[in-house]
């Protein structure tokens, strides 16, 4: 399986510090996504970075990919209290007909 | 533009019993697919249909039936409900396949079978 593995399972942090969350996975792909999930809602997307890219920015995220090691991090900068979330890395491979593959979420907690 | 809508929200089955979870998409999306979620399992993929009148089987199918008539809607038919399959469920469509796409989820149908 190619689904991606989120690091930590859980972070707790204080408004203001940044919060780094990884992910790896195990096959060769072709992007990877970065989704949030506010407690009882849908997933939403944040960013997406595509294989030939290392690094991406939108506002206060950033997201870096070593296909080397095939991991990616994601960086909230900043963090506020409305950053709690679930966060997860999906995976995708355009090879086939292999549909995207969601990790098992890593769960942000930022106390004010 | 609503997005994905899923109904219901929550419902409640006794064992054996049938339903459909209803998913509709307004953005004249291809791909549609549906999710399950559970606690330290993270998302995982039941069916998914690239078009209208193909559909295709995910990790998890087994309990599950789905049609795609049109290309607005989705339905997730559960054709005898069991206690394992207790979950949250999301529909999601993009424009296409390609796993490059942004992803659309709906908000979600919890779904107790007791």
């Known amino acids: 399986s190619q689904q991606g593995e989120e690091d930590p399972q859980a972070l707790s942090i204080q408004e203001g510090e940044n919060a780094t969350m990884n992910c790896s996975y195990k096959?060769?792909?072709?992007?990877l996504q970065w989704y949030r999930q506010n407690s009882g809602r849908g997933l939403v997307h944040l960013i997406l970075?595509?294989?030939?890219?290392r690094e991406k920015h939108s506002g206060r995220l950033r997201v870096t990919l070593d296909t080397s090691k095939k991991s990616s991090s994601l960086l909230i900068t900043a963090s506020r209290a409305a950053d709690t979330a679930s966060y997860f890395c999906?995976?995708?491979?355009?090879?086939?007909?292999?549909?995207?593959?969601f990790g098992k979420g890593t769960r942000l907690s930022v106390i004010a | 533009n609503a997005g994905v809508t899923q109904t219901p929200k929550f419902q409640v089955l006794k064992t054996g019993q049938s339903m459909t979870l209803q998913c509709a998409q307004d953005?004249?999306?291809?791909?549609m697919s549906w999710y399950r979620q559970d606690p330290g399992m993270g998302l995982r993929l039941i069916h998914y249909?690239?078009?209208?009148?193909?559909?295709d089987q995910g990790e998890v199918p087994n309990g599950y039936n789905v049609s795609r008539s049109t290309t607005e809607d989705f339905p997730l038919r559960l054709l005898s409900a069991a206690p394992s399959q207790t979950s949250v469920y999301f529909c999601?469509?993009?424009?296409?396949?390609?796993?490059?796409?942004?992803?659309?989820f709906g908000e979600g149908s919890w779904l107790t079978v007791v």
């Open positions: 999601a469509s993009s424009i296409t396949r390609q796993t490059g796409n942004t992803i659309y």
């Open positions: 999906a995976t995708g491979w355009d090879s086939g007909n292999t549909p995207l593959v």
């Open positions: 970075i595509r294989s030939n890219e």
């Open positions: 096959t060769s792909i072709n992007n």
């Open positions: 249909s690239v078009g209208a009148g193909i559909t």
């Open positions: 953005m004249n999306h291809e791909y």
